[in-house]
């Protein structure tokens, strides 16, 4: 530096996840960055406040690469350089000196290159590590004879500031107990599963070589359990696994380049028997502010809560993944019918519009979705499969670009989403309208016989995962039983829904032509799904209770075949014994329909039922997330499947809106709706959940006779208190309430 410093702030990324390091210092810390994103068509950089880092006279800045999301293993097959083969770096630092001028200096040619002690890192299959190489980084490694930088040609068009909070540590868990299994390996268990890396204190003689590897389940045998990981042979390197080589020095060691979800750690290599002081778990995921809490008289609720808190927490990287061990793919069907229970536990705008984003950003040119964004493609690696793409366009899945937006306008109230994601909207449905209008010899799932002019609105060509993973369906079941039977039931479902969603959205919009458009066109669907799947007795589709789930909450029945439709719902879910029937894409709407169609009861049964398939059992088994299926473990009592998959904890939004009770009314919660589980069988629920008018709140408490409710309405918000047939309103404020049971405030006053 040539004089005094006013500011000074280096910006960086990579193609690959990347430290950077001023003077020794470690500016980039644990986070995980750049963001995943369609590296071929903008990569995001961050910024960094180094003015204080600097010092007079030489300074050495400097960038550790390593695979990340650009290079590293993608998706259920581990397919590695995706976008590229070749990690690279950028950076650019400015100061500006107290006297106005100000200096650059940028990442050319006249940087060096060196190695360092990180062999290998994947962000699916570990890192490798040889402590015994010299970093490059290290002040006293001359770098006079390390070759030059060379500029490497990216396919990147774009270099965009982040938007997201990073992926990054968030909390760190102690061991719970540390035991040896049966085949004298140590095996660490934190408790709770979740994402992240291990930090752990090493000792031992150079060379010694200690792995790390990660899992979720301790089998039956007493050995970490991951073979249910892996259902894929051509994996090339073993999962979870992080590797060093000792120097011989004793230290605190965690990986730089890579994350892992796991509950336990098994150590090999290590000859003292480690104790909860010598490991930790670093929890990584995106800081996001949480803004949500849920308390009720049940403990089990409220386990179940933290569960899928824990689920979104490991999920929410740097794009919201299915799950964070076997694929972490970006699917869209997941996000789609999570994206409204994830407001209840956090501020996810900012997180949805940048995977809505990357979403629109790889939509094909016919309209079609990819089934994950990013889509893990790139024209480096030739493009997009042909398996992806034939999957690509499935309902449910791809209406995650009308649908997700319009969730992110109902509880945040910014109308730029719509507008942004619209032209993808529109080109959606036109591929759906494209997909009805091509002939099928399929007729599947029909109950009568569709006019030629309606036919052209049946979704029958193509593939749709359908409603995915009812109770007792496997993967190829699941498949076999859309392509078979159920699959144009739900597409035209979606079809009719998304297309009338968006002539809401054209209506916020102020886009008069493309509301009454799209509304009509809706009004078509409508009347071609009744006619090919409601039968004359009032049966629907395959007479399963996610086929009236679907009716009900997208409106597809007329006023006086509800009552009918809903009584058969019901039915289906007592003759189950009161349990569910329904996968992916009805969960999240089941206790709704349910409730909103003078069925509460059942709703609440259901949801506190405790056996196979239901939210409680998960519990009572010492889940600490939710499962990708509603069983877990296979008959003979392994593992089976991801066991930390958010899709199935949507009913977290149940818990707060109508277990406790608070939730929007009108967009943004100008007004709020609090309506106490006063029929659940509890004694009492809390929640309060953010808003962009501030926290909203309700703690309600019943007893003999009467409950009280304490409700606090964010300024400039407008509250109504639902109890059985009456409402009271209520303005911004605290409010003490005293309600007898048939809805009659007793008194009333305002908190100071």
Known sequence: ???????????????????????????????????????????????????????????????????????????????????????????????????????????????????????????????????????????????????????????????????????????????????????????????QNASGVVRIRLSGPPGRVVRLNHG?????????????????????????????????????????FTIHGFRFVEVEGLDANLTSEDIEFVVLSTALEETGSFTA??????????????????????????????????????????????????????????????LAAEQLPDGRMPIYAPAEASEFSGGMARTTRMLSGSAGWGDAIVLIPWTLYSYYGDTTVLESSYPAA???????????????????????????HHEQFIVEKGFDWGEWMRPGESFLSSAVDSFRRSGATVATAYYEHSARVLGKIAGVLERTDDE?????????????????????????????????????????????????????????????????????LSTPMLLDTLRDNGYADVAYRLLLQETTPSWLDQVNRGATTTWETWEGYTKRGSAANSHNHYSFGAVARFLVEHVAGVAPGKAGFETIEFRPGLESGLTSAAAAVGTPRGTASIAWRKTVGHFSVHVVVPPGALGKLEISSESHLLTEGEHDLHVTIHGTLVNSRDAP
């Open 516 to 584: 009454r458009r799209y509304t009509d066109l809706a009004d078509s669907i409508r009347l071609a799904w009744r006619e090919a799947y409601l039968g004359p007795d009032g049966r629907i589709g395959i007479d399963r209770q996610d086929d009236y789930v679907r009716a009900l909450a997208f409106g597809l029945l007329d006023e006086q075949e509800r009552p009918a439709a809903a009584a058969r719902l019901a039915g289906l879910v007592i003759a189950a014994d009161y349990h569910l029937g329904t996968g992916f």
């Open 216 to 256: 979720e389940i301790k089998g039956a045998d007493g050995e970490l359990d991951i073979k249910y990981l892996t259902p894929f042979r051509a994996w090339p390197h073993k999962p979870q696994t992080d590797q060093v080589t000792l120097d011989g020095r004793t230290m605190w060691w965690q990986p730089w």
């Open 297 to 358: 008289s049940d403990p089990r609720l409220q386990k179940l809560y933290e569960n899928v808190r824990w689920s979104m927490r490991s999920n929410f990287t740097d794009t919201p993944t299915d799950c964070p061990t076997r694929e972490r793919s970006g699917w869209t069907g997941d996000a789609q019918v999570f994206a409204a229970a994830g407001t209840v536990f956090a501020d996810i705008d900012a997180y949805f519009r940048r995977f809505l984003r990357n």
């Open 1 to 191: 530096m040539r004089g005094q410093v006013r500011t000074a702030r280096l910006r960086a990324s990579a193609l690959g996840w990347y430290r950077a390091f001023v003077n020794g210092d470690d500016q980039t810390g644990p986070a995980l960055v750049p963001r995943w994103t369609p590296f071929d068509q903008y990569v995001e950089f961050q910024d960094y406040d180094v003015t204080t880092t600097l010092v007079t006279g030489n300074n050495r800045i400097g960038l550790v690469l390593g695979d990340g999301r650009y290079r590293g293993g993608l998706g259920a097959f581990q397919h590695d350089s995706v976008y590229g083969d070749r990690l690279a770096g950028w950076a650019q630092l400015t100061i500006e000196y107290v006297d106005g001028t100000r200096d650059e200096y940028v990442t050319d040619t006249t940087w060096k290159v060196g190695a360092g002690p990180i062999v290998r890192s994947d962000p699916m299959a570990g890192e490798v590590v040889d402590l015994r190489v010299p970093s490059a980084l290290d002040p006293a490694t001359v770098i006079g004879g390390f070759p030059h930088a060379a500029v490497t040609p990216s396919g990147a068009r774009q270099l965009i500031a982040e938007e997201v909070e990073r992926v990054t540590e968030i909390g760190r868990l102690s061991a719970a107990s540390i035991i040896r299994t049966p085949s004298g390996k140590q095996l660490v268990d934190f408790g």
């Open 426 to 452: 529109q080109r959606w449905i036109d591929f759906l309208g494209n997909r009805a209008a091509a002939p099928s010899r399929r007729k599947r799932g029909r109950r009568g016989r569709v006019s030629a």
